[in-house]
């Protein structure tokens, strides 16, 4: 690994993650429960995230330390990203990180599951002074890749070409050979004031015909939506989305092996649609919350902001479950919830990397004490 130019081959697999789900109980003595079984993947009820930051050096070390910390602590092998997030500049610090950590004897590359966005515009914030739609016009507009008009009023893009060398960036940001997941991003919220729900479900199908391609290729292993409000709204409003919808054109484009496995929604204490809002339908199931939608289709959920980008750390939570520290409190009712396979926490700072990680040394609660943290904080701890 000496070599900064080489890819990391490989993807996570069962028996990676197991090793490290192992290591991380008999060496770091976390709970057995920490980690959750999908899809054959051993994966930790807490993820870390790369969103925040300034384009600086600084801030490309932090995000590199904070992923190394975090996956070297065996508290997290679930990192997300996004291709704009830091105008790419959080991929190319994940890949530092995880060459650190399989060049330090710490991790192999199947243990850890990485996970990225594509369909927002970006530049490159390794050229900051090229903005971000002078960057699209000379990248894509001035080469006919895509059309002006294939930016949504929301600035995403669906074009499948876009899309394809979106994937081809993040695999070269983060020196991969295999992504392990990637995500459409925000797509409905940017597209469904200006095309109709069937004119944005056939261009959906033309992105998952991209992501089955890369597939193929072994060039990433699962799809998903990471979405903010489409599986959060009634059925009644303009950018609602039905979880079933999506999942039977997925095994329309890859059939009954498709790899749309995961979505991504806002959760948490001030955010709790996921939980109460019964919106979804599977078949005759009418009423269900997404996540048990999410539960019936076998779809993974992973979930966003569970601090609230920070004001949860304000609010007055109730304490629960013998729990005190604000950051578990928050992290804990959201990695216990049904059908969720981890919060993604976002972190920088040493300090917040070792606050909020305090989490994985306690199991997630049980059904029956799950339950009653509702119930204590439904009654604001009455």
């Known amino acids: 690994m000496s070599d900064t130019n080489e890819f990391l081959n490989g993807y996570a697999t069962p028996n990676g993650t197991r090793e490290f789900a192992n290591y991380a109980i008999q060496k770091k003595s976390k709970p057995p429960a920490h980690f959750r079984l999908f899809g054959g993947l051993h994966l930790s009820s807490v993820g870390v995230g790369t969103?925040?930051?300034?384009?600086?050096?600084?801030?490309?070390?932090?995000?590199?330390?904070a992923v190394y910390l975090s996956v070297k602590s065996g508290a997290v092998n679930v990192i997300d990203t996004a291709i704009n997030y830091r105008a790419m500049r959080s991929e190319k610090s994940i890949g530092r990180a995880l060459s650190r950590l399989i060049r330090d004897g710490i991790i192999a590359r199947d243990h850890v599951f990485v996970c990225t966005k594509n369909g927002y515009i970006t530049n490159d914030g390794d050229f900051p002074a090229v903005d971000v739609m002078e960057y699209m016009q000379k990248m894509y507009i001035s080469a006919g890749i895509i059309r002006p008009d294939d930016i949504s009023s929301g600035y995403n893009v669906l074009n499948p070409e876009y899309i394809r060398r979106c994937i081809d960036k993040s695999l070269l940001n983060m020196r991969l050979d295999t992504v392990d997941l990637v995500y459409v991003h925000n797509a409905f919220e940017s597209w469904y004031e200006d095309v109709s729900r069937e004119k944005f479900m056939e261009m959906l199908a033309k992105v998952f015909e991209i992501y089955e391609e890369y597939r193929s290729n072994n060039k990433?292993?699962?799809?998903?939506?990471?979405?903010?409000?489409?599986?959060?709204?009634?059925?009644?409003?303009?950018?609602?989305?039905?979880?079933?919808?999506?999942?039977?054109?997925?095994?329309?484009?890859?059939?009954?092996?498709?790899?749309?496995?995961?979505?991504?929604?806002?959760?948490?204490?001030?955010?709790?649609?996921?939980?109460?809002?019964?919106?979804?339908?599977?078949?005759?199931?009418?009423?269900?919350?997404?996540?048990?939608?999410?539960?019936?289709?076998?779809?993974?959920?992973?979930?966003?902001?569970?601090?609230?980008?920070?004001?949860?750390?304000?609010?007055?939570?109730?304490?629960?479950?013998?729990?005190?520290?604000?950051?578990?409190?928050?992290?804990?009712?959201?990695?216990?919830?049904?059908?969720?396979?981890?919060?993604?926490?976002?972190?920088?700072?040493?300090?917040?990397?070792?606050?909020?990680?305090?989490?994985?040394?306690?199991?997630?609660?049980?059904?029956?004490?799950?339950?009653?943290?509702?119930?204590?904080?439904?009654?604001?701890?009455?």
């Open 51 to 65: 969103y925040l930051g300034e384009l600086t050096r600084e801030d490309d070390k932090a995000v590199e330390n």
């Open 220 to 382: 990433l292993r699962f799809y998903g939506m990471a979405t903010w409000t489409c599986f959060r709204v009634p059925p009644s409003n303009k950018d609602y989305l039905s979880l079933e919808e999506v999942v039977k054109l997925a095994k329309k484009i890859g059939g009954e092996e498709h790899g749309f496995r995961f979505i991504q929604l806002p959760y948490n204490l001030a955010y709790s649609e996921a939980l109460f809002l019964k919106n979804q339908s599977i078949g005759s199931k009418k009423n269900l919350t997404i996540l048990e939608a999410a539960a019936g289709l076998n779809i993974g959920v992973f979930t966003s902001i569970p601090l609230f980008q920070g004001r949860l750390l304000r609010a007055n939570i109730p304490d629960y479950g013998g729990i005190t520290s604000q950051v578990a409190k928050a992290l804990q009712i959201v990695r216990s919830s049904p059908s969720v396979i981890a919060p993604l926490i976002g972190q920088k700072k040493l300090e917040h990397v070792e606050e909020n990680l305090q989490i994985s040394d306690i199991p997630p609660m049980n059904d029956e004490e799950y339950k009653q943290a509702v119930q204590r904080l439904l009654t604001g701890g009455a």
